[in-house]
């Protein structure tokens, strides 16, 4: 074998190598995204999912149902005269939620972040967020406004045992 032709056959050599070792570390996301598929993420996010579509039907009561009962919003801010619990949670979407229409809740999955490798009951996960949304809703003088919204956020989750529910970011 002459030099041209080994030189021909290491970079042939060299490059299944690269090819090869390319597919062994492909990562497979949860469709969509670009959180890693785990059936742990996947359930998670499926949760978040139906959060997301609950915004959408303005369905406060559904929502009040994936909140945890200790839930509690700290409403990013300095000062602590505009948190709540999860009583404060229901007289929010009770009020506000009930006055929009036509909402539209688009969701971008940045990160998941869970605590336990094992699901189990006091699990603990973050899911880092994308909001884009709309919606309508009638200003002080009766005339429909449609303000677009968008922001980022950071949703915390528990699982019970059975279900992911929301400690904050609603």
Not at 26 to 35: A, F
Not at 143 to 149: E, L, Q, S, V
Not at 151 to 160: P, S
Request: hydrophobic share 35%; with cysteine; proline share 2%.
């Amino acid at each position: 074998m002459n030099r041209s032709s080994l030189i021909c056959l290491a970079a042939t050599c060299l490059t299944l190598a690269a090819s090869v070792a390319g597919c062994a570390t492909k990562r497979v996301y949860i469709s969509g995204t670009r959180v890693p598929y785990t059936p742990n993420n996947k359930q998670l996010l499926d949760a978040v999912e139906q959060y997301r579509l609950a915004v959408e039907r303005g369905d406060a009561e559904g929502l009040m149902l994936m909140a945890n009962k200790q839930y509690w919003e700290d409403s990013g801010t300095p000062s602590g005269s505009d948190d709540y619990g999860y009583d404060g949670l229901r007289n929010v979407l009770m009020n506000r939620l009930s006055k929009a229409t036509d909402i539209r809740y688009s969701l971008r999955y940045m990160a998941v972040n869970q605590e336990c490798k094992t699901l189990q009951a006091g699990c603990k996960a973050t899911v880092d967020i994308l909001i884009d949304a709309s919606f309508t809703i009638s200003n002080v003088n009766g005339k429909a406004n449609r303000p677009d919204k968008r922001d980022q956020n950071q949703l915390f989750l528990e699982w019970d045992g059975k279900r992911w529910s929301f400690l904050s970011g609603m």
